[in-house]
């Protein structure tokens, strides 16, 4: 959960004005390399294939999409010069860039484009992400700079999908077989792309080595060399901050008090678009709202923040990031209110019983917690609430388990507890990024046929309100991003009235930034353009 | 001995048959799957799911999926990674030379130092040296080796600067023999540090034993000069036991060269392994524990070849 809670941050780091994309050639400085860590070897560079959050890394640096997510939460041209949406939300036309070219030299035209579309819905081709590409009917080239993708109904996230996922050099793909590509043949030698860097050497399990793309059409980059090293053990990455051996770098938790033991870097602390979160299964008591509600009073967040994040954090009354555009400040919140919680249960008839637990209709009020057994804070976040929904007479005894037991079917006799048929409360963390589509969190076409459907679908706490079906069919059709926000003020209160879950916390972060480096801008949404970053 | 290195070797394949067998099973009755990493995964959706599972074989039996892998086995293939989609002999290719090194540098390390240790702590037996070495070779044996290389790393690599944090070569240079050497110091120091604790203690008994035989007092009495004694005489039997020991280690420093390389991002074996047991990624997980009881029968085997160079009085026929 948490790596690809740390794609969110990597997946922005092409950010940021790429305004005329114009031919300016590439210009080098001679400056010393940029070197950052990454904790796992990328599985697949392979456009879409890959399984692993730090697979963004790289590909953030070789890949430029036809549009792209700024910094600051805006969208800037990358391939595309310019694009529009018709009147009926069914056609995106985008005009490219006639001097884009990918890293070989070969012109990049609207037929890398429609390929695209052929590549991303090819049955032969494992694809891992493919979201948004099965709305779209058609992609059709309007001559080599123009390209129309016309869908089968409106669909608002285009842009955050399909317009800025990645572009395939027909060139080079249509000479493979789909076996082919499985199977890695893009990742031997030097894959051809076309962002402002190309892959210049991979070493496995030690370090990537970028180079600029001498066939970059974007600004000229200032970085000569770029290394992305492999370094699993986080306390060895803050290790090789601490003999200046990075460029930046991440601060695990565990090492924020020895922050101050960093010289010559910057502290950037940003929130993280990933908040954590207490799923209520809905099986039987928890089908109640006011039990939810109860159970949200019961919960101590600012402690949590406090206490177990060491300020890491800040209190989550909703899941849109705060500072978004979808966010809505007015949203009220329940604070921790133990009295309140108690008298929310007994006025639903539950009574206290034996063991001093609370009962309905002779049935005790029972919510296990169950968190992943390698994550410290959560265990300790599940003690904690453990602590005080035990205090109102709630029974809530704590399970860990690695997180493939949590989320995981388990057996016919012994069921996973997201799939049992009881009321288990889960807490993790969900990073659905800065975007505010949250269907399939919680409309109720994502509810899992039966308590013990094998597959289950996201919406695993079986969530069920038609206004807020209703209302996310809205926020996905709707073109106009004052009219969605609107939408979404709507969801966020809604949520509020209704908790479909409790959410706690959204994460803080810190990462050491050298003082030499200059550009560099890190927000919520991700960071300043790698062409606007040097090292002095 | 041909002959029965050779017999030893060809018994070996039905064993090898069978611990694939088990450990297929086994990693199948684990919770979860190569595809749950998709499950809470929000871009990855369930139909998406279904056609992966589809396309990697993941919907048929367990059973199935192991004579497959077993018959792909026979014919030289080793499988495809289910997450980089590349041939598993190539993944293991990249990362088993450097796990080697490693291996053999702190084999190489705790035997050389180990052994001489051993014999130096017997011979001056009660003296500060041997108190002072019995206690350290205890706490090298106790220290968690995750907390000892990270101990080290801050030490030699944060404080004093002289080591270099982690890694195989460094970034900024060209690789060369220097640069390997240099990295190489401390993952082969908390790889090799337990064994060479362990291996001193074993032979410190063994020579103590030893020496107080009646062919030693002879030889004492002969008038052969101490250090004849118990590198002639003396060691050789002191030998045997550890032998077996260090045999049975072998496959240790494959399977504590997970910790090591995950701390020191040395780009081996035990990373790879560790990173397919997390994902569950079936083939390469094969691949490595296939060779993990390899390794544990040739160090067996190594042993009992061993036994016959160091005692004459053992016949392999």
């Known amino acids: 959960m948490k790596q690809w809670a740390a794609s969110l941050m990597a997946a922005g780091l092409l950010s940021a004005g790429l305004a005329g994309c114009g031919s300016a050639p590439t210009s080098v400085a001679s400056s010393p390399p940029l070197v950052e860590a990454i904790s796992q070897n990328p599985d697949n560079l392979t456009p879409a294939l890959g399984a692993l959050a730090v697979d963004n890394i790289p590909t953030s640096f070789m890949d430029m999409g036809l549009m792209y997510l700024t910094y600051k939460d805006t969208w800037a041209p990358g391939v595309a010069t310019s694009w529009s949406v018709s009147n009926n939300g069914l056609d995106y036309t985008f005009n490219l860039n006639p001097n884009a070219k990918w890293s070989d030299g070969t012109p990049l035209t609207s037929a890398d484009v429609v390929y695209t579309w052929h590549y991303m819905t090819n049955p032969k081709i494992q694809i891992t992400y493919d979201t948004g590409w099965s709305f779209v009917k058609n992609v059709v080239a309007e001559g080599p700079h123009k390209v129309v993708f016309q869908l089968t109904q409106p669909y608002a996230p285009f842009y955050s999908t399909v317009g800025s996922g990645t572009i395939i050099p027909k060139h080079i793909f249509d000479k493979w077989t789909p076996n082919q590509i499985n199977h890695g043949i893009y990742d031997k030698g030097t894959p051809v792309d076309d962002g402002p860097y190309i892959l210049s050497k991979w070493v496995t399990d030690e370090q990537l080595t970028f180079a600029p793309n001498p066939h970059w059409f974007g600004p000229p980059v200032h970085i000569q060399k770029i290394i992305v090293q492999v370094v699993p053990n986080t306390d060895t990455q803050f290790n090789m901050l601490a003999t200046g051996k990075l460029t930046m770098g991440g601060i695990p938790s565990a090492d924020i008090s020895e922050i101050n033991t960093l010289h010559g870097y910057n502290i950037v602390n940003t929130l993280s678009p990933t908040y954590n979160l207490i799923q209520l299964d809905e099986d039987n008591f928890l089908k109640d709202v006011a039990v939810r509600r109860a159970l949200d009073w019961a919960t101590p967040k600012q402690q949590i923040v406090t206490d177990i994040m060491h300020g890491m954090a800040v209190v989550a009354h909703g899941d849109q990031v705060p500072g978004g555009y979808f966010y809505d400040p007015n949203v009220p919140h329940r604070s921790f209110n133990l009295q309140r919680a108690a008298q929310i249960l007994a006025q639903d008839g539950f009574t206290k019983g034996t063991g001093g637990w609370l009962y309905k209709n002779g049935q005790e009020l029972t919510v296990p917690i169950w968190t992943g057994a390698t994550s410290h804070s959560e265990t300790n976040i599940a003690e904690v609430v453990s602590q005080d929904w035990e205090k109102i007479g709630v029974y809530a005894p704590v399970h860990t388990a690695g997180w493939s037991i949590v989320f995981g079917n388990g057996t016919p006799q012994n069921p996973g507890p997201q799939v049992n048929g009881k009321d288990e409360a889960i807490i993790f963390s969900w990073g659905q990024g800065v975007f505010p589509d949250d269907t399939i969190d919680f409309n109720s076409k994502y509810v899992p046929a039966s308590p013990l459907q094998p597959s289950p679908q996201e919406n695993s706490e079986r969530y069920i309100n038609q206004q807020m079906d209703s209302l996310q069919l809205q926020g996905v059709t709707l073109s106009s991003r004052p009219a969605r926000r609107q939408v979404y003020d709507q969801i966020q209160l809604l949520e509020q009235k209704t908790l479909p879950l409790i959410f706690l916390f959204w994460y803080k972060s810190d990462t050491a930034v050298s003082s030499h480096l200059k550009g560099y801008v890190q927000t919520t949404f991700g960071n300043s353009p790698v062409w606007d970053w040097s090292l002095n | ?317």
């Open chain 2, 1 to 317: 001995m041909t002959k029965y290195a050779l017999q030893r070797v060809i018994e070996a394949i039905p064993l090898l048959f069978l611990v694939t067998l088990v450990t297929y099973f086994i990693m199948n009755l684990a919770p979860g799957g190569p595809l749950s990493m998709y499950l809470h995964n929000p871009h990855v959706t369930q139909s998406q799911i279904a056609v992966l599972a589809k396309q990697l074989g993941l919907n048929e039996p367990w059973y199935i999926r192991y004579f497959k892998w077993l018959w792909a086995l026979l014919h030289g293939n080793w499988g495809y990674s289910y997450f980089s989609g590349q041939p598993v002999i190539q993944l293991i290719g990249q990362r088993l030379p450097n796990t080697l090194i490693l291996m053999g540098s702190a084999f190489l390390v705790s035997l050389g130092l180990g052994i001489p240790l051993g014999i130096y702590s017997a011979t001056h037996q009660y003296s500060t040296f041997d108190y002072t070495f019995s206690f350290l070779s205890f706490f090298a044996w106790a220290m968690p080796s995750f907390f000892f290389g990270l101990l080290l790393q801050m030490i030699f690599a944060v404080k004093l600067g002289w080591l270099p944090v982690a890694g195989m070569y460094s970034e900024f240079y060209p690789p060369s023999f220097l640069e390997l050497l240099r990295h190489l110091v401390l993952p082969t120091m908390v790889l090799g540090l337990g064994s060479l604790a362990g291996w001193s203690r074993f032979m410190r008994s063994g020579i103590l034993e030893v020496i107080r035989q009646d062919y030693i007092r002879t030889a004492k009495a002969k008038g052969l000069k101490q250090r004849t004694i118990i590198l002639k005489h003396a060691l050789k039997n002191a030998l045997l036991p550890i032998v077996t020991i260090i045999g049975m280690d072998l496959p240790g420093f494959f399977g504590g060269a997970v910790i090591t390389e995950e701390i020191f991002a040395w780009p081996g074996m035990g990373r790879l392994f560790l990173s397919a047991l997390n994902d569950r990624d079936y083939p390469v997980q094969m691949a490595a524990l296939l060779i993990s009881a390899a390794l544990l029968i040739l160090g067996n085997l190594l042993a009992d070849l061993a036994y016959g160079l160091l005692d004459p009085r053992i016949q392999y026929n």
